[in-house]
């Protein structure tokens, strides 16, 4: 057992790859903490595009993707709006497959769609969501108010809509290419039996390959060979499986689900306990409610997590985003606000662990 508790923050995608590592390994992830994600860019073409519009990454104080637009607010103060229409080219292709809006698999889910300006919507799966939740508010970390059912139809609709869409885009994918495997309903057992077959070449040729991988660094973190590197673009393997391991290919997000880790596409937010709009007492540097960075403050303060794994920017390539772990309330403070490209989130736990 790992002496480390980790909470960590994550998309839809990463908390189910997370998951999956609570379900398959003995994981040192304590608290999953789930982001909203309609759709996630790469930082390359995001770049690209941003000079069609004579602006730098540099020049970017904060992104928000809202009612169809991509606003930019500029270090200047002034704020360019991009069309979804028009980002719509640069999201990655993972994305157009994704059937999950609001982080179904994780403890607490949090994102802004149904909360006004400066507060953030609360999704309480479990039963330790619940009791995080409940010790935050009582020890004056966050407050919450009702959500109410306008705000949660507004919710339900917009993720329905997701669902709906993606659905489709994947019927049309499966005509020409292979079954997009997290798609199949496949028993346990018989899921035990295609993982027992399968190694890094099967996770190549059903995920990456066909543009399903989310870079999540979940197969590299898993691989007790090292055998696994990613860059920027996907994962790639150095050397030779060892025989009887498959590994990689049962903690990726995008092979197949056991049972009780599985969406219900016909119910739009998945399973929760609770649902309310919040806000932080204490912090006010994040990008809604600022309630990630405040659950995260809560959760270390209390020693209820012995670090939290996040995603801070580069200092020196703005924007770009990268995973760390830290048990440092200031670098949880200063790490809060949505980078809008994806970095393999798993990668610092790897270091975690050959440090022990
Ligand atoms: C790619 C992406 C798409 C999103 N799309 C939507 C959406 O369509 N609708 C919606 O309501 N909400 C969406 N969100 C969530 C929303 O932007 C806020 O992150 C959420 O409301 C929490 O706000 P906060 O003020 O509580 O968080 P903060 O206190 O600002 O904390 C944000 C946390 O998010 C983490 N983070 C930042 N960027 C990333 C990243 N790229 N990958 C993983 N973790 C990251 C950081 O570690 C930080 O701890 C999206 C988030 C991401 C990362
Ligand atoms: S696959 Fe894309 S849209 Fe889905 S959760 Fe991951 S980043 Fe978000
Ligand atoms: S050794 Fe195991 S985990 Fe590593 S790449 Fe091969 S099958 Fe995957
Ligand atoms: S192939 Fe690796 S990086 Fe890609 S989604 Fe699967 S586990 Fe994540």
Same mark, same amino acid.
């Given at each position: 057992m790992s002496e480390h508790k980790i909470a960590m923050v994550g998309t839809p995608c990463e908390i189910m790859a997370a998951s999956k590592l609570q379900h398959y390994t003995d *994981?040192?992830?304590?608290? #999953?903490?789930?982001?909203?994600? /309609?759709?996630?860019? *790469? +930082? $390359? +073409?995001? =770049?690209?595009?941003? %000079?069609? +519009? @004579?602006? %730098? /990454?540099? @020049?970017?104080? $904060?992104f928000q993707i809202e009612k169809g637009f991509v606003f930019l607010l500029l270090k200047n103060k002034d704020e360019v709006r991009i069309p979804l229409s028009v980002a719509r080219r640069i999201i990655r292709k993972n994305c157009d497959i994704c059937v999950e809006l609001t982080s179904e698999t994780s403890d607490i889910s949090i994102g802004s769609i149904g909360s006004e300006d400066g507060w953030s919507t609360l999704i309480i799966r479990t039963e330790k969501g619940e009791n995080i939740v409940e010790g935050a508010v009582k020890n004056g970390f966050i407050e919450v108010k009702d959500f109410s059912d306008a705000q949660f139809d507004l919710l339900e609709r917009i993720a329905s809509s997701k669902i709906e869409r993606n659905l489709e885009n994947i019927e049309e994918r499966e005509f020409f290419a292979r079954p997009v495997l997290y798609q199949r309903q496949k028993s346990d057992d018989s899921i035990m039996k295609e993982i027992s077959e399968s190694d890094f070449m099967d996770l190549k040729s059903n995920v990456i390959d066909i543009g399903a991988c989310v870079l999540c660094g979940a197969c590299e973190y898993a691989c007790p060979e090292n055998l696994i590197i990613i860059d920027d673009t996907k994962p790639r393997m150095k050397g030779k499986c060892v025989e009887d391991c498959h590994a990689c290919f049962s903690v990726c997000p995008r092979t197949f689900i056991p049972e009780n880790l599985r969406n219900d596409n016909s119910k739009a937010i998945g399973d929760y306990r609770k649902i309310f709009t919040a806000k932080s007492v204490r912090h006010t540097q994040g990008q809604d409610g600022s309630i990630v960075t405040t659950i995260l403050d809560y959760l270390l303060s209390e020693g209820i997590a012995t670090e939290a794994l996040i995603v801070d920017k580069e200092d020196h390539l703005a924007w770009k985003p990268y995973a760390k772990i830290t048990s440092d =309330? @200031?670098?949880?403070? #200063?790490s809060g606000g949505t980078k809008y490209s994806v970095c393999p989130v798993f990668k610092p736990l790897k270091n975690i662990e050959e440090v022990d």
């Open positions: *994981s040192p992830i304590e608290v #999953k903490l789930g982001l909203f994600c /309609m759709e996630n860019f *790469s +930082y $390359k +073409y995001f =770049i690209n595009l941003l %000079k069609e +519009y @004579d602006l %730098k /990454m540099e @020049d970017i104080e $904060k =309330i @200031d670098e949880v403070v #200063k």
